[in-house]
């Protein structure tokens, strides 16, 4: 799939901070978010996530580069594809005197979208039982809720989600999980932006990752592991030193780590059984240790943490 | 209609602030009634009878004695080389002494005028509050995943705002200028044109579009409804109330002075200007010169401020990032 629903390219942004010295917060962000699929955008607290994702929207005007969404220059063209979106941009802001229901209506009404719509949305996020109440009375979850439903008011083909699932109970990070692979599986693109690794690690299928305004990582989420190298196999036994003796015998590479025999590039685990059991030593337990996307995640970005609290100068310098 | 217009207009009418102003401005309206509703009383029978019965007491005196005393003081003081005055002037006239009659024209109509203020203020607040709310909710961003360009999502909400601003005035007129009317036709026979106030309506609501459309642009340009008021509060005092003081001639160009003619259909005001004394050559004296604003200049100059400031708004709105 080599359709891109968006393309950043060179995209700068600064703040200004008084008295008058410019913070840049994106540092020239080449960005492709490939079409169809879930795509997570990972990075530190002020990594420039929320910026990056105002700017594909036309609400935040970058300095120089360009974007592209759906094919799309924006914010020039953005009249063309607005309809083909929908995002949650950081906290979910709907009006807070009026109901769940209220907001949706004033929303599809002015998108066009029938009002018949809205209900469905609505259970889609599981909010009908409480889409009377004003927004200002809703719990995080339910406010997150109402926002998302908003998203797929229009059956877009891009999805934007800024930490969708900040504030959800375990059934509603579940929920939105099966929602974000529900709309790739529909063909459609989930652009989302999140801290919560372990959700994302079982939904996303390509990542990108920002650290102080720039790329450290981008591609396919499969080969992203893979780049952290090859599992490994820990195995408790009651003699670790003996047993990794006894492994390293026959060829593999294994150490001592912690109290359990740890074998990197391990041939499978019902040999090293065997080769142990040989030795008369008995596994209390093996485990297939796997590069995870936090491991990964923590190793690109060491070192730059939010950058606020750094100075400027040296942050991705 | 466009759905984005009906959505505006949707979120106005459902605004607790909307109401609100609403209740405001019908109360302060109705309170310009009730005083017409007290000067518009007309004289009672036996209060007229009463000036009747006075009247007769004076002039029995002034026959009796009274016209002499003063003949007598006017000698007096011609003797002491002032000039004399005509006693007839002293003499007892029947219409000093019956009680005023007031009538629509004369009494009714310039009440009206005080409608425009809480009309402006009203209007100017609905606007502005209908846009920084959406700014200080934050649910501006959310909308322009909706709506785009931001001309389409600004020409929506000013024009949803000039719609509230001129309902405004005519809720204002409806209670203001009817209450009025009502009081001069009911307590009195009216005494003039009453179709007049139908007119002052629609002048009202057009003020009332106008003040929220500046209300709307100075939302967009400023995000937050106490720096509008900042602002417009500033604008009185310095430009309205000030800048006259050091340059007259700028009088016709203050909005207090424009909103009068407009709704009044006109406004006089006055700018010290020598003039020339045709018996002195190369003489005169500085004189306060009377002017007017004429209706449709009122009119015309507020619909340009209106424009100029909804444009101002727009730019900004245009360039600014919205988070
Ligand atoms: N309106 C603004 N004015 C000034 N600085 C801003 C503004 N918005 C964001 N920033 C700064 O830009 C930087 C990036 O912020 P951004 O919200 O994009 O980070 P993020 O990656 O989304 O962080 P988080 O994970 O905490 O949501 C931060 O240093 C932040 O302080
Ligand atoms: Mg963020």
């Known amino acids: 799939m080599d359709e891109l629903a968006v393309e950043l390219r060179g995209l700068t942004k600064s703040y200004v901070r008084f008295p008058l010295t410019r913070v840049p917060v994106v540092r020239g962000l080449n960005l492709d978010v490939p079409a169809g699929g879930v795509h997570a955008l990972l990075g530190p607290n002020g990594s420039g996530k929320t910026t990056t994702l105002r700017m594909l929207l036309g609400l935040v005007r970058p300095e120089s580069g360009t974007v592209r969404v759906l094919g799309h220059a924006v914010p020039g063209a953005l009249p063309a594809v607005v309809g083909r979106i929908g995002a949650v941009v950081e906290q979910p802001r709907l009006f807070p005197a009026f109901s769940g229901r209220r907001n949706l209506e004033l929303l599809a009404r002015a998108a066009d979208v029938p009002a018949a719509r809205v209900d469905e949305v609505l259970d889609e996020v599981g909010l009908r039982d409480r889409a009377r109440d004003p927004v200002r009375r809703y719990s995080l979850g339910m406010k997150q809720r109402a926002a998302i439903a908003a998203t797929l008011l229009r059956r877009p083909d891009l999805v934007v989600l800024d930490e969708p699932t900040n504030g959800l109970d375990p059934q509603g990070v579940h929920d939105v999980r099966a929602l974000m692979r529900r709309l790739a599986d529909q063909g459609r693109t989930v652009l989302v932006s999140s801290h919560a690794l372990g959700d994302l690690e079982q939904v996303a299928d390509t990542v990108s990752v920002l650290a102080a305004g720039r790329l450290v990582a981008q591609g396919r989420l499969d080969d992203l592991l893979a780049s952290r190298g090859a599992p490994r196999l820990r195995v408790r036994v009651a003699d670790p030193e003996r047993a990794a003796l006894a492994l390293a015998g026959h060829g593999w590479s294994a150490h001592v780590d912690g109290g359990a025999v740890v074998v990197t590039d391990p041939p499978p685990a019902a040999d090293v059984s065997r080769v142990l059991a040989g030795v008369g030593l008995y596994p209390e337990e093996l485990t297939v240790l796997r590069p995870d996307l936090e491991s990964a995640y923590l190793a690109l970005t060491a070192g730059s943490g939010p950058a606020a609290v750094r100075d400027p100068a040296e942050v991705g310098s | ?323």
């Open chain 2, 1 to 323: 209609m466009s759905g984005v217009l009906r959505a505006e207009l949707v979120r106005l009418r459902v605004r607790r602030f909307t109401w609100l102003v609403l209740v405001v401005v019908a109360a302060v309206s109705a309170s310009v009634a009730v005083y017409a509703w007290r000067e518009a009383r007309t004289p009672t029978p036996a209060e007229v009878a009463a000036a009747h019965e006075s009247y007769q007491q004076d002039r029995a005196a002034w026959l009796d004695g009274g016209r002499d005393d003063c003949e007598k003081r006017n000698r007096d003081m011609k003797a002491k080389g002032f000039e004399p005055f005509d006693c007839d002037l002293f003499a007892p006239e029947l219409e000093n002494y019956v009680p005023y009659e007031p009538t629509w024209d004369d009494d009714g109509m310039p009440y009206l005028g005080s409608l425009a203020s809480p009309v402006v203020i009203g209007a100017l607040l609905l606007g502005a509050s209908l846009v920084t709310a959406e700014f200080g909710a934050g649910s501006m961003g959310l909308w322009l995943t909706f709506v785009a360009p931001r001309g389409r999502a600004f020409r929506a909400k000013v024009a949803a705002a000039g719609v509230g601003g001129a309902l405004v005035g005519l809720l204002g007129a409806l209670v203001g200028a009817g209450g009025t009317l009502a009081a001069f036709a009911v307590l009195h026979r009216l005494h003039g044109n009453g179709w007049a106030a139908s007119g002052v309506a629609g002048r009202l609501a057009v003020l009332g579009a106008l003040a929220a459309v500046v209300g709307a642009g100075l939302g967009f340009a400023l995000r937050h409804v106490a720096a509008v008021m900042g602002i417009a509060l500033w604008w009185v005092l310095s430009v309205e109330v000030v800048a006259p003081l050091a340059w007259a001639r700028a009088r016709p160009l203050t909005l207090g002075l424009n909103v009068r003619a407009w709704v009044e259909g006109s406004a006089p005001y006055t700018v010290p200007q020598w003039v020339a004394d045709p018996q002195l050559t190369g003489g005169g004296s500085v004189q306060d010169v009377e002017h007017v604003v004429r209706g449709l200049q009122g009119g015309l100059v507020l619909a340009v401020v209106a424009a100029v400031v909804a444009v101002a708004g727009l730019v900004v709105f245009r360039v600014r990032d919205v988070s």
